[in-house]
């Protein structure tokens, strides 16, 4: 069972770039979400999906976008990436969107804008 | 609007002592919170959560959390710390809407042998 997982875990890109942070999970879990850590920050919500097909936004979503075809799949795309994107990305998901649900991390992915 | 605070940046603690991290959180309805551990250069992992019922929750690794209602708070606490537990922790709470986990800004925990 390998839980929730992030491809790739380290990249770097040049301003304007555009790429595609892949997720995917084999938990048959219905809600999935995407966060970014920046240092002093905690993580930030940036997309959430609850299941195949609906997509919203969370607290930051610009610059960012997310589809949902398949349950196991959440790619997260950067548009044209700015060096204030440069973060730890993470992607999330849990079995169901109630309150009292932990949720599941892949193990990030390092981006760096230059 | 929910929130939570690590009033604490870092928390340093000799091997074998007891280890305590701070929670504080604000919510408009009943607290869903939890405590995440982030290992170096890994993603975060579920240590334990506080639905309702006891205020002393436990968990993974030997951790607990209490509960304290009138002060707003859910401690991360553990009897004998090991070197091992330096990592990174995250507090976190869950309202309404329920799809959002709101996260603290992390503390650094790191035990000395």
């Known amino acids: 069972n390998a839980g929730v997982t992030q491809t790739p875990k380290f990249q770097v890109l040049k301003t304007g770039q555009s790429m595609t942070l892949q997720c995917a999970q084999d938990?048959?879990?219905?809600?999935m979400s995407w966060y970014r850590q920046d240092p002093g920050m905690g993580l930030r919500l940036i997309h959430y999906s609850v299941g195949a097909g609906i997509t919203d936004q969370g607290e930051v979503p610009n610059g960012y976008n997310v589809s949902r075809s398949t349950t196991e799949d959440f790619p997260l795309r950067l548009l044209s990436a700015a060096p204030s994107q440069t973060s730890v990305y993470f992607c999330?998901?849990?079995?169901?969107?109630?309150?009292?649900?932990?949720?599941?991390f892949g193990q990030g992915t390092r981006l760096t804008v230059v | 609007a929910q929130s939570v605070a690590q009033p604490e940046d870092q928390v340093n603690v000799a091997e074998g002592n007891p280890l305590t991290v701070k929670c504080t959180y604000s919510?408009?309805?009943?607290?869903?919170l939890f405590w995440y551990v982030q290992y170096p250069n890994r993603g975060l992992q579920f240590l334990l959560k506080y639905i309702t019922g006891d205020n002393l929750v436990k968990g993974s690794y030997g951790f607990e959390a209490e509960f304290n209602k009138s002060q707003t708070s859910f401690h991360l606490k553990k009897p004998s710390a090991l070197v091992s537990d330096s990592a990174l922790y995250f507090c976190a709470v869950r309202d309404m809407p329920a799809y959002k986990l709101s996260f603290g800004a992390g503390t650094t925990v790191t035990v000395r042998a």
């Open positions: 999330a998901s849990s079995y169901s969107m109630e309150q009292n649900t932990e949720a599941f």
């Open positions: 919510v408009s309805g009943n607290p869903y």
């Open positions: 938990m048959n879990h219905e809600y």
